[in-house]
């Protein structure tokens, strides 16, 4: 049975770095790519970037410069970091498995993890 | 590639059929993908391909369209139907995500 779960902190203050954590099961991060992607409150779904299955990374233009999307294979676990957080950085974060590698289609999503951005 | 997605909202009874409208800035061929979410779940899979069913969806669920115009429809509602729906399309990077339709029960 595949199952995401995003895991990391409620709370950060302004311009601190944001970690969170999926765990997966039910596949391997080495044969699927994951996906991030967030939803400001009251807003829509905004991808934030992906991690392919060899390894290599892709990320939101507006937001590359912040962005560090990881993985441990040995724990099945994609890591979200994100740096110089403000207030519109708060919403929910979410990890999507990706159904194929032919493009960003999820078949999967965890249940998100809702981070605020705030003092 | 932006997504235009009409309704905002739409109120309905069980029993009844609704149809929301997704347009995408450009043409993204059929890949266009139908996203359910309802509180405290993960958001389901509902259709891809424009018109394929996600293993697992009800048959009362269709989508339709190609190019630039697509259209999920419901019919005969079911309860556990009333949540948010979100297309989204995957031809190109990056995804993008219309703004929601949130189903209410009238």
């Known amino acids: 049975q595949v199952r995401l779960k995003e895991s990391g902190p409620r709370l950060v203050q302004p311009s601190q770095t944001l970690s969170v954590t999926c765990t997966v099961s039910?596949?391997?991060?080495?044969?699927?790519?994951v996906s991030w992607v967030r939803q400001p409150p009251g807003k829509g779904l905004e991808w934030v970037g992906a991690i392919w299955k060899g390894g290599s990374t892709d990320y939101n233009s507006a937001l590359k410069s912040r962005l560090s999307i990881s993985r441990d294979t040995s724990k099945n676990q994609v890591f979200l970091k994100m740096n110089s957080l403000q207030t519109d950085d708060t919403g929910t974060y979410y990890c999507a498995k990706h159904r194929s590698f032919l493009g960003p289609l999820f078949d999967y999503w965890g249940q998100g993890v809702m981070v605020t951005v705030s003092s | 590639v932006q997504m235009t997605q009409s309704p905002s909202y739409l109120a309905a009874s069980p029993g009844e059929s609704v149809s929301i409208s997704c347009k995408a800035s450009k043409s993204i061929s059929n890949n266009l993908a139908w996203y359910q979410e309802k509180p405290g779940k993960a958001n389901k899979l509902l259709i891809h391909?424009?018109?394929t069913l996600q293993s697992g969806t009800p048959s009362r669920f269709s989508g339709s369209g190609s190019g630039t115009d697509f259209t999920l429809t419901i019919r005969s509602l079911e309860s556990e139907d009333f949540a948010v729906y979100y297309c989204q399309q995957y031809n190109e990077y990056p995804p993008t995500f219309g703004a929601g339709t949130k189903l209410e029960l009238k």
């Open positions: 391909s424009g018109s």
């Open positions: 039910g596949f391997s991060v080495t044969s699927y790519h």
